[in-house]
């Protein structure tokens, strides 16, 4: 959270919307952690409505919202219906496939800065697009790592490769301590399952979806 509020200059004057479920790992970092580190306000729905989040967006000019990929859809489309630009400054989206062509769209209705961000319950931010990215980088990749975190590929063919992640947002290891041996490297990089490709301005991520 620290380093996202870092990242795009958050403050007090930031109210964030928060539709994900607050027990989701989303929600929580996002909706929970966020508002009292900004001193901020909170704006969250007990069941998502695109229209009505839209409508409270407005009314209650919320600023920033981290959510997945349905949530930028619904916005986008209820925003496209009542012919309007949007409240929110920022809205990064990530926690399942991001279509480039989304990314493309919600910006031109919504006139907010819209950019993909990767990362996993195990390890939350890894990656983002940066405010003032060229359009191109917000919407065709997943930016650039956050803070002191590092990476590398696994099993790399014509540059496609397992993104393996170690960084203070890493989780320490599962539960049942089974799983563990094979989601870490002997060196403590986690293999998040996700093959990737690597540039020097930006990392696109291809979630495993099966």
């Known amino acids: 959270v620290r380093s996202i509020i870092a990242?795009?200059?958050?403050?007090a004057d930031d109210a964030v919307f928060a539709p994900s479920p607050l027990t989701h790992i989303t929600g929580y970092l996002f909706g929970v952690l966020m508002p009292p580190m900004l001193g901020s306000a909170a704006l969250c729905l007990a069941l998502w409505a695109a229209a009505k989040g839209a409508t409270l967006v407005e009314e209650n000019g919320c600023r920033f919202i981290m959510a997945a990929t349905p949530f930028l859809q619904g916005l986008a489309d209820a925003y496209d219906r009542c012919g309007t630009k949007s409240a929110l400054k920022t809205f990064l989206c990530g926690g399942a496939d991001v279509p480039p062509a989304l990314i493309r769209r919600?910006?031109?209705?919504?006139?907010?800065?819209?950019?993909?961000?990767?990362?996993?319950?195990?390890?939350?931010?890894?990656?983002?697009?940066?405010?003032?990215?060229?359009?191109?980088?917000?919407?065709?990749?997943?930016?650039?790592?956050?803070?002191?975190?590092?990476?590398?590929?696994?099993d790399v063919g014509d540059g496609l490769g397992e993104l393996l992640v170690k960084g203070p947002d890493l989780?320490?290891?599962?539960?049942?301590?089974?799983?563990?041996?094979?989601?870490?490297?002997?060196?403590?990089?986690?293999?998040?399952?996700?093959?990737a490709r690597i540039a020097p301005y930006a990392v696109n991520v291809q979630i495993k979806t099966e």
């Open 7 to 11: 990242l795009f200059g958050l403050g």
């Open 106 to 154: 919600a910006r031109e209705i919504m006139g907010t800065e819209v950019s993909r961000i990767y990362g996993s319950s195990e390890f939350p931010t890894f990656c983002t697009g940066r405010p003032g990215d060229d359009l191109a980088i917000a919407a065709d990749t997943d930016g650039m790592s956050i803070g002191p975190v590092s990476c590398r590929l696994d």
């Open 171 to 195: 989780f320490v290891g599962y539960s049942d301590p089974v799983l563990n041996r094979d989601a870490f490297t002997a060196d403590g990089y986690f293999r998040t399952g996700d093959l």
